[in-house]
């Protein structure tokens, strides 16, 4: 069955950064776009930045637009989001999935504050 197991998360300060690892199995990891989502306290679930299943095509939400890199490496069925000049706003659940989404991982949890 298709798992998704996102890790990496943590406290950081404002103005550091993280690298989030989601391993992907149970599907033909390299014929799926994958995106991230993020999940704040109190919030709705929002994507953050999605990429095409060979990479050749990548978006941004605005509000990561510059500071946030996502990538994926086909060989080791993960996608990556490379987190930077984080702000207490970024603090979230943050999740991965394919496209179209199917069944969610447990996510991993980024806390950003001094």
């Known amino acids: 069955q298709v798992q998704l197991v996102e890790s990496g998360g943590g406290l950081v300060q404002p103005g550091g950064s993280l690298r989030l690892s989601c391993a992907a199995s149970g599907f033909t990891f390299s014929s799926y776009s994958m995106t991230w989502y993020r999940q704040a306290p109190g919030k709705g679930r929002e994507s953050v930045a999605a990429?095409?299943?060979?990479?050749?095509?990548?978006n941004y939400a605005d509000s990561v637009k510059g500071r946030f890199t996502i990538s994926r490496d086909n060989a080791k069925n993960t996608v990556y989001l490379q987190m930077n000049s984080l702000k207490p706003e970024d603090t979230a659940v943050y999740y991965c999935?394919?496209?179209?989404?199917?069944?969610w991982g447990q996510g991993t949890l980024v806390t950003v504050s001094s």
């Open positions: 999935n394919r496209c179209p989404p199917g069944a």
């Open positions: 990429i095409t299943s060979t990479g050749g095509s990548i």
